[in-house]
């Protein structure tokens, strides 16, 4: 089967830097996604990693280390507007993706 | 912006009854799916397609079905409805490869 496991819950303030961290379990892995979702909206891309290291696009980072099935979304520069739940997903090909249960961030002004 | 739609936004219906819920894309992407999610909780896979008459089961698949006869058409019918299907059912798709899924806006089914 497949697992990813992450925090349920993070607070920060506005301004700050916080890390949403995801450990993986699942075969024939390829990479690893990041969603973000808004209270009653749809969940939306944010970032993708095939390989190892750092991808970087504005002030959200996605890091992944695949020899220890982790990763992490590193969101800089917090705004309000940033308050919204976080979603690891697994890519194993063929099959759909799977979610993590999610990680709700507060952001406090 | 992305080209995927639900129908309906929101739907209350009496337990037994059945229902269909309509997915559609224009971007002529391959894969598509559906997930159940309660409010504030993970995404549960119900069905996906890799593409025109190829359909796989989730884990929640056991009381619906799904159609994938057109590729840009997903649509989702339980057969009949009962209050534990009370939840929000979210339709995606992607390209082939799982780097990017496109979310529609959501059916939020209520069942009394």
């Known amino acids: 089967g497949q697992s990813l496991e992450q925090p349920s819950e993070v607070t920060a303030v506005e301004g700050a830097i916080v890390q949403i961290n995801c450990t993986y379990q699942t075969s024939g892995f390829y990479g690893l996604s990041w969603y973000q979702q808004h209270d009653g909206g749809a969940p939306t891309f944010l970032s993708y990693n095939a390989l190892d290291g750092l991808e970087e696009t504005g002030r959200f980072s996605s890091f992944l280390s695949r020899s220890d099935s982790y990763g992490y979304l590193l969101l800089q520069e917090l705004q309000m507007k940033d308050s919204a739940s976080y979603f690891c997903?697994?890519?194993?090909?063929?099959?759909?993706?799977?979610f993590g249960s999610g990680t709700r961030l507060q952001v406090q002004p | 912006e992305a080209d995927i739609y639900q129908t309906p936004r929101y739907l209350v219906i009496g337990t037994g009854k059945k229902i269909t819920l309509e997915c559609s894309q224009t971007m002529g992407h391959d894969k598509m799916y559906w997930y159940q999610q309660d409010p504030g909780m993970e995404l549960h896979l119900i069905h996906y397609?890799?593409?025109?008459?190829?359909?796989e089961k989730g884990d929640l698949s056991s009381e619906s079905t799904v159609s994938r006869i057109r590729t840009e058409h997903f649509p989702l019918t339980l057969e009949s409805a009962r209050p534990s299907h009370t939840s929000q059912y979210l339709c995606?798709?992607?390209?082939?490869?799982?780097?990017?899924?496109?979310f529609g806006q959501g059916t939020r089914l209520t069942v009394v």
């Open positions: 997903a697994s890519d194993t090909g063929r099959r759909a993706l799977t």
């Open positions: 995606a798709s992607s390209e082939q490869q799982n780097t990017e899924a496109f």
């Open positions: 397609s890799y593409g025109v008459n190829s359909t």
